[in-house]
C-alpha cells in the first residue's frame, strides 16, 4: 500500500511540474510576455522593471528556473489590476468561498444521490426506478448556467425567498449548492444503480445469501461496498467538469471565487492572476486525485496488491 | 428410516416475464435421508442448479417463482417459511457450495472476514472465540497455515484454495445438508480428486448428508449413494448408485452411461444423443424426452408418463422401461 | 431500443436539427444578424403584443429570435461535429497504437493522457482565449484538447481486449505491416464503442461550448449561438424572458435527446446479458 501511495505521490509532483511547464510557455511565446504580465497601461518603466525581474531577456530554460524558484517562494507576480496586489495573496483570498461551495454541493449530491441510486436498482422497474432514471437523465442535460439563471429567477427575483447573489450565511448557498450538484447527483444516481445492478447478479452476492445474512446487510455491506468502486473513479474523474461548472455558476451568482476570479481575469486580461489560478487550481485537482486514489485502493484491494 | 431430513414434492419453479413463461423446474420430488449423498445428473440446462436454489429459496425474483410443490426439512415446509426464518435456516442447517470459485468469493474482504460472517451470523461468537472458529473451519477444508490466510485476499489464491474456502465458508456452522452445485467443474483435473476426497471426509467427521450435482458419472460412482436424473426440468429415474449403472430404466440414463468412453475399450464412434433438449418455454406434449428417444412410440409422444416403482427404491417415469 | 416512445422521440429531434442545421439559410425567415430596431423586444406570438411575423419575438436590436434559434442550431452542431471528430480521431489513433505497439509508446501515450485527465483544461481554454482571442477554430481546438483523451483511453482499452485475437495473429503471419493492422483490422472492431462514446459526449460538448459562449469565451459575440443567446437574454429576464429562456430550452431539448439517443444505442450495442 505504501508503494502503490508513493508512486501515486510521485505522479502527482510530475504532474504539477509539467503544469508549471505549460503555463510557463503559454506565457512566454506570444511573442510580448512583458505587455501580458503588466497590462495594457504599462509604462516603460515598468516594462523594463519586468524583464529585468524575470530575465525576459535570457534565454527559456534559464527564465522557467527563474519563474520557478519564484513560485516555490510564493511570488506567481502581481495583477495588472487595481492595487496591483500578489497573485497568489489574491487567489488564496478567493479560495475558501470556492471550496466551500464545492465541498457543499459534493456533500449534497453524493447525500441525494447514493441512496437514490441504491433505492432505483433495488426496485428496478418499479415507478420510483423509473423517476428516478428520467430525473437524472433530466439533470444531466440541462444548461447548469441556464438553470442557475431560471432558479435565480424564480425563487429570488419572483418569490423573493433567497438572495440573489453574494456570499454570508447558509441561504447564500442554497441556489448555488443546487446549481452545481445538479449535474452530480444525476450522475451519480445513474452510476450507482448501474453499478449495483451489475454486481447484485454476481455470484459472490448467492453466497451471502447462502450463508443466511439478511438482506439488508446483503445490500449495504456487500453489494454497496463492490459498487462503489466506480462511483469514486467517476467522482474523481468528474472534477474537471466541476470547474467548468464552478466556472460558470460562481459567475452567475456572482459567488467570490476563484472560477469567477478565473473569469474576470480573462475579462481584463490579467494574466499573472489567471496563471495563478491555473497552478493552484492543478495543485488542488491532484490532490484530489490524489485522495480518490488511495481511496479507491482501500475500497479494492486488488489494486494495493497487484502494483 | 422414518420421514427423510429433506422431502421435495412436486417443486415448479417458472420463470415468467413479459414474452415467455419457462418451466424450468417442473413437478420434481426426491428425498434425502440422514448422512447420504445423493446425486443429480443431467445436461446443462436441465433444471439441476434451479432445483438447487429453490431448496434455499434464492430464486432471483421477481421473473422466477417457486409456482408450487412443498419443501420439507424435518418435516417443516420451508417454502410456508418467513424470510427470516429462511434465512436462520440458510448456512446453518442447509448450505450451498457453488460452480465457479473465482466468482464465489467477495474480492473486497478478506477470506478471514467473509467465514467470520458466516460463523457471526448463527452464533455469538466475537473476538478470539471467532478468530478459533475461522481457524477450525479453515482446518477442517485442510488449507494450510490457516493462522497466516486468514487475512489473505481471495485474488492471492489458487482456484483449488478458493474452493476449499467456499467449502468452508459453507460448512463453517455444521450444516446437516451441504448442496454442492457442480464444486469440481472448475477445477483442474488432479485437484478436483483431492477435493471430492475431503467432502467424503467432511461429511463423515460432520454427519452430513449431501446433495451433489454433476454430469460427470464418475464423480457420481465415488461419491454418491442414491442418484436422480434430470432431464428438461423433470426427474426421469431415481436409484441406488449400483442400479443406475447396473440396470438403468430410463433409455436417457442409458444414454448418458454410454456417451461417456471408457478407457479400456476401443472406440470407433463417440456415443452422443441425437437432438437437443427441448426449449423449457415450448415444451412438447407427452413424455418431453420422447422427440429424441429410440423407443418413443405415439402413446409417449401423447400422454405423460406415470412414475413407477421398480422396486428396491429404484423409480423411474417412463411408459417403457428397460430392463 | 426502436419500440420505446421517448427514443423514437429523441431521434426525430435529433433528425430535425440535422435538417434545420444544413437548411438554416433557406428555413430561415430573417437574418440573424440584422434586426430592426422598430421591432425590438416583440414576444412571442401567443403574448400580447407578439406577432406571427416573429414566432418567437425578437431580441434588443430587433433581431428575430426564431432565425437566431435556427442559425443556433447550426453553430452548435457544426462545432460540436467537429470537436468530436477531432478529439475523435487523434485519440483514437493514439489510443490504437498505443494498446497495440505497447512498450514505449504505451507509456509516453499513457502519461500524456493521464496529464489531459489531470489538468484543467477548462482553464487553459480561458488561457487561449486571453492569448489568442475568441474565434471558431480557437473554440475547437479547446473542446478537442478537452475530449481527446477520453476517446484514447477506450481505445486503448478496446484494442488490449482484440490485440490477442487469431485473426490479427493471422494478419501479422500474412505479413501486414503495424500500420495496415492497426487501421485495416483493429480500428473496425473497436469502432463500435468510440462510435457510443461520440454519441454520449455530444450532450456534454454541446454543454461545455455553450457554457464557454456564455461566459464570452467561445465563439465571438457576433455568432449566433445558444450560449451567447441566454448571455445576452438574461439582464432582460424580468421583462423579456424569451431572450433567456428560449435559448436554454433548445440546450436542454437538444442535449437531451442526444443523451437519451446516447443511452439507447449504448444499450443496444452493449448488451449485458443478465442471466434469469
Known amino acids: 500500500m505504501q508503494r502503490y501511495i508513493l508512486k501515486r505521490l510521485i505522479q502527482a509532483v510530475v504532474t504539477v511540474l509539467l503544469m508549471t511547464i505549460i503555463v510557463f510557455l503559454l506565457s512566454r511565446l506570444t511573442g510580448n510576455p512583458a505587455i501580458f504580465l503588466v497590462g495594457d497601461y504599462a509604462t516603460d518603466e515598468d516594462i523594463a522593471r519586468i524583464t529585468e525581474q524575470l530575465g525576459l531577456d535570457r534565454p527559456l530554460p534559464e527564465q522557467y528556473r527563474i519563474f520557478l524558484s519564484n513560485a516555490l517562494k510564493g511570488d506567481l507576480g502581481r495583477s495588472v489590476t487595481g492595487d496591483r496586489k500578489p497573485a497568489v495573496e489574491i487567489v488564496l483570498s478567493r479560495l475558501p468561498a470556492s471550496l466551500q461551495l464545492a465541498g457543499v454541493a459534493l456533500l449534497v449530491s453524493v447525500l441525494v444521490g447514493l441512496p437514490l441510486g441504491v433505492v432505483a436498482a433495488r426496485r428496478k422497474g418499479s415507478f420510483l426506478d423509473t423517476s428516478a432514471r428520467v430525473l437524472a437523465l433530466l439533470g444531466q442535460s440541462v444548461p447548469p448556467f441556464w438553470l442557475g439563471i431560471i432558479l435565480m429567477y424564480v425563487f429570488a427575483v419572483w418569490l423573493h425567498l433567497l438572495p440573489t447573489s453574494g456570499f454570508g450565511g447558509i441561504r447564500y448557498f442554497i441556489l448555488p449548492a443546487i446549481t452545481m450538484s445538479t449535474v452530480m447527483v444525476a450522475a451519480i444516481t445513474r452510476l450507482t444503480r448501474s453499478s449495483m445492478l451489475d454486481v447484485l447478479n454476481l455470484e459472490y452476492i448467492k453466497l451471502a445469501r447462502i450463508k443466511g445474512l439478511s438482506e439488508r446487510v446483503v445490500i449495504w455491506k456487500h453489494v454497496l461496498r463492490n459498487s462503489l468502486i466506480p462511483v469514486v473513479t467517476f467522482i474523481g474523474q468528474f472534477l474537471p467538469i466541476m470547474i467548468t461548472g464552478a466556472i460558470v455558476i460562481e459567475t452567475v451568482f456572482s459567488w467570490p471565487g476563484i472560477g469567477r476570479l478565473a473569469y474576470e481575469a480573462a475579462m481584463y486580461r490579467d494574466f499573472p492572476v489567471l496563471q495563478a489560478v491555473v497552478l493552484f487550481v492543478t495543485l488542488l485537482f491532484v490532490f484530489c486525485s490524489l485522495v480518490v486514489d488511495i481511496l479507491y485502493a482501500y475500497l479494492d484491494p486488488r489494486i494495493r496488491y497487484t502494483n | 428410516m422414518g420421514t427423510p431430513m429433506l422431502d421435495v414434492r412436486d417443486l415448479r419453479t417458472y420463470f415468467i416475464t413479459s414474452h415467455s413463461m419457462v418451466k424450468a423446474v417442473d413437478g420434481v420430488s426426491f428425498h434425502v435421508d440422514e448422512n447420504e449423498t445423493l446425486g443429480i445428473v443431467g445436461e446443462s440446462g ?21 409456482i408450487g410443490g412443498r419443501i420439507l426439512f424435518d418435516g417443516e415446509d420451508i417454502l410456508a417459511m418467513t424470510e427470516r426464518q429462511v434465512q436462520k435456516l440458510r448456512g446453518r442447517k442447509i448450505s450451498m457450495i457453488l460452480q465457479d470459485p473465482m466468482v464465489s468469493l467477495n474480492p473486497v474482504f478478506t477470506i478471514g472476514d467473509q467465514i467470520g460472517e458466516a460463523i457471526t451470523t448463527h452464533t455469538k461468537a466475537k473476538g478470539p472465540s471467532l478468530v478459533a472458529k475461522v481457524i477450525e473451519a479453515l482446518k477442517l477444508v485442510r488449507i494450510p497455515a490457516p493462522e497466516a490466510r486468514i487475512r489473505d485476499y481471495p485474488h492471492q489464491m489458487s482456484g483449488g484454495m478458493k474452493q476449499r474456502v467456499v467449502g468452508a465458508i459453507s460448512i463453517s456452522c455444521r450444516p446437516r445438508l451441504l448442496i454442492a452445485d457442480e464444486p469440481t467443474t472448475s477445477l483442474d483435473v488432479t485437484v478436483q480428486a483431492q477435493y471430492l476426497q475431503l ?22 460412482a465415488t461419491m454418491c449413494n442414491r442418484v436422480a436424473v434430470m432431464y428438461a426440468g423433470k426427474i426421469v429415474e431415481t436409484a441406488p448408485v449400483r442400479d443406475i449403472f447396473h440396470k438403468p430404466a430410463h433409455y436417457y440414463t442409458s444414454c448418458l452411461l454410454k456417451a461417456v468412453p471408457k478407457l479400456r475399450t476401443k472406440v470407433n464412434t463417440l456415443v452422443s444423443i441425437e437432438g437437443q433438449p427441448p426449449k423449457l418455454d415450448n415444451l412438447p406434449d407427452g413424455c418431453r424426452f420422447a422427440p429424441r428417444c429410440a423407443r418413443a412410440d405415439d402413446r409417449c409422444r401423447r400422454d405423460e408418463p406415470p412414475l413407477l416403482a421398480l422396486g428396491d427404491d429404484h423409480y423411474v417415469s417412463c411408459w417403457h422401461p428397460q430392463g | 431500443m426502436w419500440r420505446s416512445p421517448a427514443v423514437i422521440l429523441a431521434i426525430a429531434i435529433i433528425g430535425t436539427l440535422i435538417v434545420v442545421a444544413l437548411f438554416a439559410p433557406y428555413l430561415a425567415p430573417y437574418s ?15 403574448q400580447e403584443g407578439g406577432s406571427t411575423d416573429h414566432i418567437l419575438g425578437t431580441d434588443t436590436i430587433g433581431r428575430d429570435v426564431f432565425s437566431r434559434l435556427l442559425y443556433g442550431a447550426r453553430t452548435s452542431l457544426l462545432v460540436c461535429v467537429l470537436a468530436i471528430v477531432v478529439a475523435g480521431s487523434i485519440g483514437s489513433l493514439l489510443g490504437i497504437a498505443s494498446g497495440y505497439l505497447g512498450g514505449w509508446a504505451d507509456t509516453i501515450i499513457m502519461r500524456i493522457t493521464d496529464l489531459a485527465f489531470s489538468l484543467p483544461m477548462i482553464l487553459l481554454a480561458l488561457m487561449f482565449a486571453i492569448l ?28 488490449l481486449k482484440i490485440r490477442n485475437y487469431d ?24 469502432s463500435s464503442s468510440l462510435v457510443v462514446l461520440a454519441t454520449l459526449q455530444v450532450g456534454t460538448v454541446i454543454i461545455l461550448e455553450s457554457s464557454l459562449s456564455f461566459l464570452g469565451v467561445g465563439l465571438p459575440a457576433t455568432t449566433p449561438s445558444w450560449g451567447i443567446m441566454v448571455s445576452q437574454g438574461r439582464s432582460y429576464i424580468v421583462s423579456a424572458w424569451w431572450l433567456c429562456v428560449i435559448p436554454g430550452l433548445a440546450i436542454l431539448f437538444t442535449v437531451l435527446s442526444f443523451n437519451l439517443f446516447g443511452d439507447a444505442l449504448n444499450d443496444y450495442l452493449n448488451p449485458i446479458l443478465r442471466i434469469r
Not at chain 2, 471426509?201 to 446433495?211: C, G, S, T, V
Not at chain 3, 444578424?33 to 401567443?46: D, I, S, V
Not at chain 3, 478537452?146 to 476517446?151: G, I, P
Open chain 2, 199 to 220: 467432502l467424503k471426509d467432511i461429511q463423515r467427521e460432520l454427519n452430513m448428508a449431501i446433495i451433489f450435482v454433476t454430469h460427470d458419472f464418475g464423480i457420481v
Open chain 3, 32 to 46: 440573424p444578424k440584422t434586426g430592426e430596431l422598430e421591432n425590438r423586444l416583440m414576444p412571442p406570438f401567443w
Open chain 3, 132 to 159: 489568442f482571442g475568441p474565434s471558431f477554430t480557437n473554440i475547437v481546438i479547446i473542446l478537442s484538447l478537452v475530449l481527446w483523451a477520453q476517446y484514447a483511453r477506450m481505445a486503448r482499452g478496446e484494442t
Open chain 2, 46 to 66: 436441465c433444471g439441476k442448479t434451479v432445483t438447487c436454489l429453490s431448496i434455499l429459496r434464492l430464486i432471483p425474483q421477481p421473473t422466477g417463482r417457486i
Open chain 3, 167 to 190: 485473426f490479427v495473429a493471422l494478419a501479422r503471419i500474412a505479413g501486414c505491416s503495424k500500420a495496415r493492422i492497426m487501421i485495416t483490422h483493429i480500428l473496425p472492431n473497436v
